[in-house]
């Protein structure tokens, strides 16, 4: 108890923790702890007097220790912080007197003579702290050159950690640099065995490179710059300007980028010039950062044993104007010792000097890298370049200085997870002990996708949590989540200050391109194309392409996908819009809202008139040159249009909300994006109504029928149209009466109501032909030829889908030429027609493919597959299957996925691979019954049950049988009667020879 509390002196103890460690099997009586604290307090009052003390306290107990009293513990923790944040400061000296204070308390085995979990646990740390004294000290000994120093004390910690390959590492460099190369050779030799024989590994990559350096006498091994050779020996020389770094600061991820930059610092790359911009260029993406960081390793590593040369050019200091290169290159020449008398007063004299004390400096093996950071432009760049030759120079900026000779590394925001990472490394480096990121993993996401995954606000963010430690996660995502305020969140104490940070970029827009930045704001999507912001602009195309130009090139826009589009980054956007909303009029605004939702409206227009069969191609709007072409606008917009919907709504324009969705409708239902389907003509049947358009309503409440017979929402689609239906009628809409009776029969037949649906079908095909509307009575012929099919009419199907057919063709319908030519195949399938079923089926294929109809693509190869395995062709089945398989899992086709894992389980039964028959029968189960499509559920199960029975699964075949009939009773048509007439005579079977 007492090693407890001494643990962790100064710092209450919870009395739960000291029970659970120190009696963690049986815990003694109240009265017996009353007695051990007393016993305790007496103890250390003797031993310290009143420079000790136990006071108490409510639930736990605590050990308090004035200064005066030597305590070993707190002495070495001491010794070990003051050298760390010595080492962060590169102050050797002190680093090497702090960790000689700390080693001077380590006596022995900590906590000797005690055992159990929690001591091995505390022994551990302790022995970590020790080992973190130890490396700290050489590695400042190294630093400094004194190579024989390391080489006398080295032994012990190496003894103790004889697999650590730092310290190996240490002693191997000590060595070659001391003028024992043969001997450093040697050890090494030595050391691969012995490491071969503790983990089977062998030396790590840091000492196979050192070997490698050290045989090819590389100079950067060399006594590093700041210490001298005196007769023999290696001294501390006076410090030199060379090592102007700033410190490095948390750091999280970007591996990818420091790898770049690693690549273009060390030695033997021939390009001098590095620029470090950001993309979508906030300030606050870590550009600095990563740059010191960069700088920091590779000096680490010994690429620049001559130094570093570190400036702040200002190019965006709101309190100063940009430093000029002639006030830069007199810093750095006084850096490098030359003396202010011999310094020229104009820039080309200070540029050659510059670059000549470099090249002199480089003959002598000393390389040198140049950090210029926060440059405003590549003017103020190009006097300070090194030159050729063996020096780097490292340059941030804003913007993209793309007219320099440089690499360019642009910086995007962090991933989530390094996100999430640099938060809790933050919180952590304020408080150890914080753990609020691991505890609430999910509040923490919310929180660091709030910052946008920006580390300037996740360093913001992290500073507020860090100053109130018990404040929850979700306090601050409240905070956050609320988008009027979220940018005067994000302030901490006027230190760290988003809108600070992004105001350096914007206060250096011209008019044109700062009213266009802010005008963004307006686009609900997440990215705009140069054809929608010129139409919010009101500007010229290419003149809006020179100014989004521009602004990436400020990077207040990042580049969006695919090329043309443009975005802004979530803080970005808010920090726009604040200064819109105190800049611009209302009018403006309002104007440049219906500028936008105008454009959007007619563009969605002219594509879905691409998509439309009643339309004729010479009819169809020039906008898109193809079908294809249309296709991919759409795919490409589909979120910002979904948005719009949303934004128009919101915003009071109902008209532009009901006919955006309606003019959505056909690409809706070609893709099958049947949640945005829904969710935009919800929004569209309140907008008709709110406008008292009865016509509208109509179309709405039909639209979302259909949207719900997708989703097999079967009630909710009847109840939608037969309100729909209710509405046409009133109105006398007979076309529209026609379309709605068509969509009521497709759901009756999925409902197996098939005289219910043939009746619909009829009564519409009569007010098709009334109307010699060839599309609806195409697309209605059709869907009563799949009527047919279910009842197994076939001769009356084939009628139906050939005359479908040659409506079809007449009106160039493409897309409803592939589904009847596919219902076709199905038929002679079904007649053993495989030759005319397989013709029809690739020639379907070939038109899904054309008119990039991925739904239908799936549907056909699914229908190909069971062709080949009626005709025992089960390669070929299975290929088409997995195809279909692919497709379906893609577009989230959870019906036709069920579809094909059923077929795919026939197949493996009749290959007499059951058990894989099993499995995909059951995967198809579980969709089946997702989607509730009982009758499909039955024919699986009846599919299941005969693959067991071919395994001898007598009880689980007949489980699954009986489960099949029992859901198939309800059902009168052909398809189910015979299935279930299949697994009662299976049934019979098994009970006849059980």
Not at 129 to 158: F, Q, T
Not at 286 to 301: E, P, S, V, Y
Not at 405 to 434: F, N, Q, S
């Given at each position: 108890m007492l090693a407890l509390l001494l643990l962790h002196a100064g710092r209450p103890v919870l009395r739960e923790t000291i029970l659970r460690r120190v009696w963690p099997d049986e815990v003694p009586t109240p009265n017996s702890i009353s007695g051990y604290v007393t016993?305790?307090?007496?103890?250390?009052?003797?031993?310290?007097?009143?420079?000790?003390?136990?006071?108490?306290?409510?639930?736990?107990w605590l050990l308090q220790i004035d200064e005066q009293v030597e305590f070993d513990l707190r002495e070495f923790t001491e010794g070990l912080h003051a050298a760390q944040t010595a080492a962060r400061d590169r102050l050797h000296d002190q680093v090497i007197s702090e960790t000689h204070r700390a080693l001077g308390q380590w006596s022995g085995i900590p906590l000797d003579g005690l055992t159990g979990g929690w001591v091995s646990g505390e022994r551990e740390v302790l022995e970590e702290?020790?080992?973190?004294?130890?490396?700290?000290?050489?590695?400042?000994?190294?630093?400094?050159?004194?190579?024989?120093?390391?080489?006398?004390?080295?032994?012990?910690?190496?003894?103790?950690?004889?697999?650590?390959?730092?310290?190996?590492?240490?002693?191997?460099?000590?060595?070659?640099?001391?003028?024992?190369?043969?001997?450093?050779?040697?050890?090494?030799?030595?050391?691969?065995?012995?490491?071969?024989?503790?983990?089977?590994?062998?030396p790590g990559r840091m000492l196979q490179e050192l070997h490698a350096a050290i045989l090819r006498e590389d100079t950067a091994l060399k006594t590093p710059a700041g210490t001298a050779v005196v007769n023999g020996e290696h001294q501390l020389v006076p410090p030199s300007a060379l090592d102007g770094l700033p410190l490095r600061s948390v750091f999280v991820g970007r591996d990818?980028?420091?790898?770049?930059?690693?690549?273009?610092?060390?030695?033997?790359?021939?390009?001098?010039?590095?620029?470090?911009?950001?993309?979508?260029?906030?300030?606050?993406?870590?550009?600095?950062?990563?740059?010191?960081?960069?700088?920091?390793?590779?000096?680490?590593?010994?690429?620049?044993?001559?130094?570093?040369?570190?400036?702040?050019?200002?190019?965006?200091?709101?309190?100063?104007?940009?430093?000029?290169?002639?006030?830069?290159?007199?810093?750095?020449?006084?850096?490098?010792?030359i003396a202010d008398e011999h310094i020229p007063a104009d820039l080309p004299g200070r540029e050659t000097l510059f670059r000549t004390e470099l090249a002199s400096r480089a003959r002598e093996g000393q390389r040198l890298l140049v950090v210029a950071d926060n440059a405003a432009d590549s003017a103020q760049v190009r006097s300070l370049q090194p030159g050729g030759g063996v020096h780097r120079m490292l340059v941030t900026s804003r913007n993209t200085l793309a007219d320099?000779?440089?690499?360019?590394?642009?910086?995007?925001?962090?991933?989530?997870?390094?996100?999430?990472?640099?938060?809790?490394?933050?919180?952590?480096?304020?408080?150890?002990?914080?753990?609020?990121?691991?505890?609430?993993?999910d509040q923490a996401s919310q929180l660091v996708k709030l910052c946008g995954y920006l580390p300037l606000a996740l360093r913001i963010t992290a500073a507020r949590l860090a100053a109130d430690p018990k404040q929850p996660l979700a306090e601050e995502v409240g905070l956050l989540a609320d988008e009027t305020t979220r940018l005067e969140t994000l302030d901490y104490v006027g230190s760290l200050d988003i809108r600070v940070s992004f105001s350096l970029s914007y206060r250096t827009l011209t008019s044109a391109q700062a009213r266009l930045y802010r005008l963004l704001s307006i686009n609900p999507g997440q990215q705009?194309?140069?054809?929608?912001?010129?139409?919010?602009?009101?500007?010229?195309?290419?003149?809006?392409?020179?100014?989004?130009?521009?602004?990436?090139?400020?990077?207040?826009?990042?580049?969006?996908q695919p090329r043309g589009w443009w975005r802004l980054h979530d803080l970005m956007r808010l920090f726009a819009h604040e200064h819109f909303q105190q800049t611009d009029p209302d009018a403006d605004r309002d104007e440049a809202i219906e500028r936008l939702l105008n454009y959007y409206l007619t563009v969605t227009a002219d594509a879905g008139q691409h998509l439309n069969a009643r339309i004729a191609l010479q009819n169809r709007s020039n906008r898109f040159s193809t079908r294809q072409s249309a296709l991919r606008w759409l795919d490409i917009e589909r979120p910002t249009l979904i948005a719009t919907v949303r934004f128009a709504a919101e915003t009071g324009h109902q008209t532009h909300a009901r006919d955006l969705s309606f003019r959505l409708t056909d690409y809706f239902y070609l893709k099958k994006h049947l949640d945005d389907w829904v969710g935009t003509h919800l929004l569209a049947l309140d907008a008709a109504r709110q406008l008292n358009d009865r016509n509208g309503e109509g179309k709405s409440l039909n639209n979302l029928g259909v949207a719900y017979w997708e989703l097999r929402r079967f009630d909710d689609a009847i109840t939608c149209y037969k309100k729909a239906l209710d509405i046409r009628r009133k109105v006398n809409d007979r076309h529209g009466e026609g379309q709605i009776l068509n969509n009521l029969g497709i759901v009756y037949k999925e409902l197996r109501q098939f005289d219910d649906a043939i009746t619909c079908y009829e009564?519409?095909?009569?007010?098709?032909?009334?109307?010699?509307?060839?599309?609806?009575?195409?697309?209605?012929?059709?869907?009563?030829?799949?009527?047919?099919?279910?009842?197994?009419?076939?001769?009356?199907?084939?009628?139906?889908?050939?005359?479908?057919?040659?409506?079809?063709?007449?009106?160039?319908?493409?897309?409803?030429?592939?589904?009847?030519?596919?219902?076709?195949?199905?038929?002679?399938?079904?007649?053993?027609?495989?030759?005319?079923?397989?013709?029809?089926?690739?020639?379907?294929?070939?038109?899904?493919?054309?008119?990039?109809?991925?739904?239908?693509?799936?549907?056909?190869?699914?229908?190909?597959?069971?062709?080949y395995r009626e005709l025992q062709q089960f390669d070929d089945a299975v290929t088409f299957y997995e195809q279909a398989l692919d497709i379906r899992r893609e577009i989230n086709d959870r019906h036709g996925e069920s579809q094909t894992l059923n077929n795919l389980g026939k197949i493996h039964r009749e290959l007499g691979q059951f058990d894989d028959a099993i499995i995909h029968h059951k995967q198809a189960l579980d969709i089946r019954r997702e989607v509730n499509d009982p009758h499909a559920e039955g024919a699986?199960?009846?599919?299941?049950?005969?693959?067991?029975?071919?395994?001898?699964?007598?009880?689980?075949?007949?489980?699954?049988?009986?489960?099949?009939?029992?859901?198939?009773?309800?059902?009168?048509?052909?398809?189910?009667?015979?299935?279930?007439?299949?697994?009662?005579?299976?049934?019979?079977?098994v009970d006849e020879n059980s």
């Open positions: 016993d305790l307090r007496a103890i250390v009052t003797g031993a310290c007097g009143g420079a000790a003390r136990m006071p108490r306290r409510v639930g736990a702290k020790h080992h973190a004294v130890w490396r700290l000290l050489l590695e400042a000994e190294l630093a400094l050159g004194r190579n024989l120093e390391v080489l006398d004390k080295i032994g012990k910690p190496l003894s103790t950690w004889p697999a650590d390959q730092t310290l190996i590492h240490h002693h191997l460099l000590a060595l070659y640099r001391a003028g024992r190369r043969s001997e450093a050779l040697a050890e090494y030799q030595v050391i691969h065995r012995r490491l071969d024989e503790i983990d089977g590994i062998g990818s980028e420091l790898a770049q930059l690693a690549d273009a610092l060390q030695p033997g790359h021939e390009q001098s010039l590095v620029v470090v911009s950001a993309v979508a260029g906030q300030g606050g993406i870590g550009k600095t950062a990563l740059a010191i960081q960069a700088a920091h390793d590779a000096r680490d590593a010994g690429w620049f044993p001559g130094g570093v040369l570190f400036a702040d050019l200002r190019g965006y200091d709101p309190d100063h104007h940009p430093v000029p290169p002639t006030e830069i290159l007199g810093s750095w020449l006084r850096d490098l010792g320099l000779d440089a690499r360019l590394i642009d910086l995007a925001v962090l991933t989530p997870d390094e996100a999430l990472a640099l938060l809790e490394e933050m919180l952590r480096v304020a408080h150890p002990d914080d753990d609020r990121v691991a505890r609430d993993a705009i194309s140069v054809d929608a912001a010129a139409a919010l602009a009101d500007l010229p195309v290419r003149q809006t392409r020179r100014v989004l130009n521009d602004l990436q090139r400020a990077h207040l826009i990042d580049f969006g009564q519409d095909i009569e007010i098709s032909r009334e109307a010699d509307d060839r599309f609806g009575e195409g697309q209605t012929l059709g869907n009563l030829g799949n009527v047919y099919r279910q009842l197994r009419r076939f001769d009356d199907a084939v009628t139906c889908y050939e005359q479908a057919l040659d409506a079809r063709r007449e009106i160039n319908d493409r897309h409803g030429e592939g589904a009847m030519l596919d219902n076709l195949g199905i038929i002679y399938n079904e007649l053993q027609r495989f030759d005319d079923a397989i013709t029809c089926h690739k020639q379907a294929l070939d038109i899904r493919r054309e008119i990039d109809d991925r739904h239908g693509e799936g549907r056909t190869l699914n229908n190909l597959g069971g062709v699986t199960l009846g599919d299941m049950g005969r693959a067991y029975r071919s395994l001898d699964r007598i009880d689980d075949a007949r489980r699954s049988w009986v489960q099949a009939l029992e859901l198939l009773a309800v059902f009168s048509d052909p398809s189910a009667q015979r299935t279930a007439a299949n697994i009662r005579s299976w049934l019979s079977d």
